[in-house]
């Protein structure tokens, strides 16, 4: 599906990863795990600009326009789906037939009473609970997420992960929480010092063989 | 600059000024010789028994003149809401495509000639209609609106833009996520332009229409000067109400009974519309002449040297005194004005007096301010001076005010005249720069017009060609206005930038 050869990615000021080769078959779960500033958002970027407009985003700072309201955000994952005309009424005076789809995926993370606040009054956790709906409303064969659930807590956070899994056929986050990229993912590829130091089958992995990237290296 | 073996041991211990000090030095001895070509005479007979009538006057409004108040704020607003919000729907549009130079241009032309221009341009051409008036209101507005709604939109810093999926239309993307980001500053800023907007609706009134300023200069011109200031506070109290009338959700009720709230007025006629445009405007030597024909031209030269001769070389030259006198003025009011409503220097009640006098200062027009002073002491610059630099004073002061009540001093901080030289005036001398020489193009519109009530600036040789009706000269000297104030613009634009004064004040 995907496919990454001896590729240098990084910034203008520098090189974060070095000779990258990777490949993403199509129903894979993949985690992203390593240290911050290991290079995941990095590598991130660059599948999504392979991937182009097959992936929905889940950014790390959740990319929501803060005036608006959780439908509203969350109905611009399909702003290409729609006509013109109907997304201009939409914003005005949000229809039934699109707030009967959003309600069942507010409902399923805990956001229904919040559906019409704007998002700008939200906790970090519910900003980015309506990131995670803006992507399962806008749909499509990938998701590709930057940490979705750092601030939500543990509970949501499964249901989270269920959803996402439940949608997308595949799905490639970066996850700080490896026992949760454990148990939702099948496959974890692990960043250290630039490099790709990790990249098995999930359910071949147990936490102690994980927990090497997480060492002070030197 | 000596070698290095000369300068050891011989220190250099002169102290260097600063280019922000060098520059305020300079603008200030420009406005000193200024000062002494300038004509700053009182020419009436007893202007103290004149204050007093006045001041009298003031202190004992009388409201029950309720039919010429009534009338004379419902249509200020009236005007008010219909020509802002036409021109910032236009202003709005057009800021779409500001990235064009042609735009661009069009739109620092059309707000650098002040509103009551356009009213008298219109005037000859649509006749004492509401529709004058509203266009008045609505072509400048539409430029400035365009040009801060551009930029507005252009700093918008939006990071959902990425979650966008691909293939989304460009006017969904631009009301869905563009637009959102910018939207409470368009609209604080839209409504400070309706604040502005009254403030012009009710100056149009000078020159015929039925807003404030038409009742204003008939109570003045009867001495009644209790419904003159009647008059004058009831309209201040309409603008400091603003925001506890002006409900967002109210806009859209007021703008469909505004039109009818208008009042009538003659007829237009396309056939004054079209002589006009294609008659009256056109330079006489030209007119209905054949334009191949190279003598036709000569003369058109002709008129075009004795027309900046005898009238837009004085004309600019009496602008360009009173407007530095008056940037001045300016200046050091606002340095005066700011401790009024400052918390490092007065206590609460003097603060709400300091609010109540700034406001009032504020929300005067300067050309009112100008009229009533005109009215104490004779046509001269003098009333001119102090009505822009009491106007510009109190809005800079008012702006430093709030400044200064952001910075943090440390517990052992000097006080009083020290506190102010060394702790507070240093710190928001780049602020007040940067206010000042925004306002420094305004200050020259506003002195342009004010030769409306007889200064010798370049509105006074204007309105006499209009009274002549000699169209063609007068538009020709609104271009040289207009000409004049885009100078202006740039001058500052690159005073501003060699001093790197802040961007984020330019709006106000």
Known sequence: MLQLTNENLGYKQGLVLRNISLSIAEGERVALVGESGAGKSTLLTALQNRFHAKAALIPQDVGLVRNLSVFHNIYMGRLNANSTSRNLLNLVWPQKREVDQIKPLVGRLGLADELFKTTGELSGGQQQRTAVCRALYQGGPVVIGDEPVSAVDSNMAGQVMQSLGETFATVVLAMHDVELALKYSSRIIGLKDGEIALDQAANSLSRKDIDFLYASSG | ?508
């Not at chain 2, 039925?210 to 109290?237: D, Q, R």
Request: with cysteine.
């Open chain 2, 1 to 508: 600059m000596s070698t290095p073996a000369a300068s050891v041991g011989e220190v250099n211990v002169r102290p260097k000024y600063s280019a922000m000090a060098q520059t305020s030095v300079t603008f200030v001895g420009i406005a000193v010789i200024a000062l002494y070509f300038a004509d700053v005479s009182i020419t009436t007979h007893d202007p103290w028994a004149e204050i007093n009538r006045m001041l009298r006057g003031a202190v004992t409004p009388d409201f029950f003149a309720v039919e010429a108040i009534g009338s004379a704020l419902v249509k200020t607003v009236a005007f008010a809401l219909i020509g802002v919000a036409l021109g910032a729907a236009a202003g709005f549009v057009l800021a779409q495509i500001f990235h064009l130079a042609i735009v661009r241009v069009i739109c620092s032309f059309v707000r650098a000639i002040h509103e009551l221009f356009w009213a008298l341009i219109f005037l000859q051409m649509l006749g004492l209609t509401p529709l004058t008036g509203i266009l008045a209101i609505a072509i400048p507005y539409a430029g400035i609106c365009a040009k801060v709604y551009a930029e507005t939109l252009e700093e918008a810093h939006v990071p959902a833009l990425q979650a966008v999926p691909s293939g989304s239309s460009v006017v969904s993307t631009f009301f869905y996520v563009r637009l959102p980001d910018v939207w409470t500053h368009i609209v604080s800023y839209t409504s400070y332009r309706f604040e502005c907007g009254l403030r012009s609706s009710a100056v149009l009134g000078f020159v015929g229409l039925p807003t404030l300023g038409f009742y204003l200069e008939t109570a003045f011109s009867e001495g009644n000067y209790s419904e003159a200031s009647a008059l004058l506070i009831t309209f201040y109290v309409l603008i400091a109400s603003i925001r506890y009338w002006l409900r967002p959700r109210l806009i859209g009720v007021y703008l469909l009974i505004a039109p009818f709230l208008l009042g009538g007025g003659m007829d237009i006629k396309l056939s004054n519309v079209m002589r006009f445009l294609t008659v009256d405007i056109v330079p006489v030597p030209l007119r209905g002449s054949n334009l191949l024909e190279p003598s036709n031209w000569h003369e058109f030269a002709n008129w075009v040297t004795h027309l900046l001769a005898d009238q837009a070389l004085p004309g600019i030259v009496a602008t360009l005194l009173l407007t530095q006198i008056a940037l001045v003025g300016t200046a050091f009011l606002s340095l005066a004005f700011f401790p009024l409503i400052s918390a490092k220097f007065l206590g609460k009640k003097g603060r709400l007096v300091g609010h109540l006098f700034l406001v009032v200062v504020r929300s005067t027009p300067e050309f009112i301010l100008a009229y009533i002073f005109l009215q104490l002491w004779g046509p001269s610059m003098l009333p001119a001076i102090i009505a822009l630099s009491l106007h510009n004073g109190a809005i800079i002061g008012h702006l430093m005010g709030r400044f200064s009540n952001e910075i943090i001093l440390r517990p052992d901080h000097a006080k009083g005249i020290n506190l102010y030289g060394y702790e507070i005036v240093p710190r928001i001398y780049g602020q007040f720069l940067a206010f000042l020489f925004y306002r420094w193009e305004v200050i020259m519109r506003e002195t342009a017009i004010l030769g409306i009530l007889g200064i010798a600036t370049l509105g006074f040789y204007v309105d006499s060609a209009l009274a002549d009706i000699r169209l063609d000269r007068a538009l020709f000297l609104i271009l040289i206005t207009a000409l004049l104030n885009v100078c202006i613009d740039s001058v500052s634009r690159a005073i501003r930038k060699r001093l790197r004064l802040n961007r984020a004040v330019q709006n106000y």
